[in-house]
């Protein structure tokens, strides 16, 4: 199946800073990205959805200013997390679809920030 | 989208069947039966999708009533590498690329 790839795996930061996360499709090209946010023993939530080229679409509740989306290419997306606090600490995960009528959502490895 | 229903957890053998089903009593025609499973500390994985008939790949069989309000995934052979929290999602087959919305999904423990 198609592979997508997130960068990094685990990071802690101490609460103020910025955090960036790729996520890129390494063997498509992505149309369309998700980032989802999963805290501990809970489901996967969307944060938002981006198109290439396009401004990202946020779920009701999920700060914009706060946590800034950039899909450059169809390969690359990023999610930077500003001005990070401990509540931030969560497994972010990125998903990327080449669309079509069956739009199979291909997910990243997840990445693990911790603000201390 | 149209909510699914799953039991929280289930528990199987090694080397067993394993039927983990679905309820999806407000399907409309238009949704397609998307199965993920996501193992410990990693992200989601595509399982498998239908919107009317069987269908079977390498992972799995899905089993589609034939009102379509509920379906079933068939681990064919459980080992304990398929112990993970199972997905039952429906995504509208129109427009453009769209969510997926995780309910709490069915954790399924595998043993010896």
């Known amino acids: 199946g198609a592979v997508v790839s997130q960068h990094p795996s685990r990071v802690i930061c101490k609460s103020g800073t910025s955090v960036k996360i790729e996520c890129r499709s390494l063997?498509?090209?992505?149309?369309?990205m998700f980032w989802y946010r999963q805290f501990p023993k809970q489901s996967l939530m969307l944060m938002a959805t981006?198109?290439?080229?396009?401004?990202?679409?946020?779920e009701q509740g999920v700060e914009k200013d706060k946590f800034l989306i950039n899909h450059a290419s169809l390969t690359l997306s990023t999610l930077t997390v500003t001005s990070a606090h401990p509540e931030d600490s969560s497994f972010y995960i990125c998903?990327?679809?080449?669309?079509?009528?069956?739009?199979?959502?291909?997910f990243g490895p997840g990445t693990r920030l911790t603000v201390l | 989208d149209a909510k699914t229903t799953q039991p929280n957890s289930m528990e199987s053998n090694e080397e067993e069947p394993v039927h983990l089903p679905c309820n999806h009593s407000?399907?409309?025609?238009?949704?397609?039966i998307h199965w993920y499973r996501q193992l410990p500390s990693q992200g989601p994985e595509y399982v498998i999708h239908?919107?009317?008939s069987n269908v079977n790949n390498r992972m799995a069989s899905l089993a589609i009533a034939e009102d379509r309000k509920s379906s079933t995934l068939i681990l064919h052979r459980a080992t304990l590498r398929d112990a993970a929290v199972y997905y039952c999602?429906?995504?509208?087959?129109?427009?453009?690329?769209?969510?997926?919305?995780f309910g709490t999904g069915t954790r399924l423990q595998v043993t010896l």
């Open positions: 998903s990327a679809s080449a669309g079509g009528h069956t739009d199979t959502q291909y």
């Open positions: 063997d498509f090209q992505a149309t369309t």
């Open positions: 981006s198109n290439e080229g396009s401004k990202a679409t946020y």
């Open positions: 407000t399907i409309s025609g238009t949704d397609y």
């Open positions: 239908g919107l009317t």
């Open positions: 999602i429906l995504r509208d087959v129109t427009g453009t690329a769209s969510k997926l919305t």
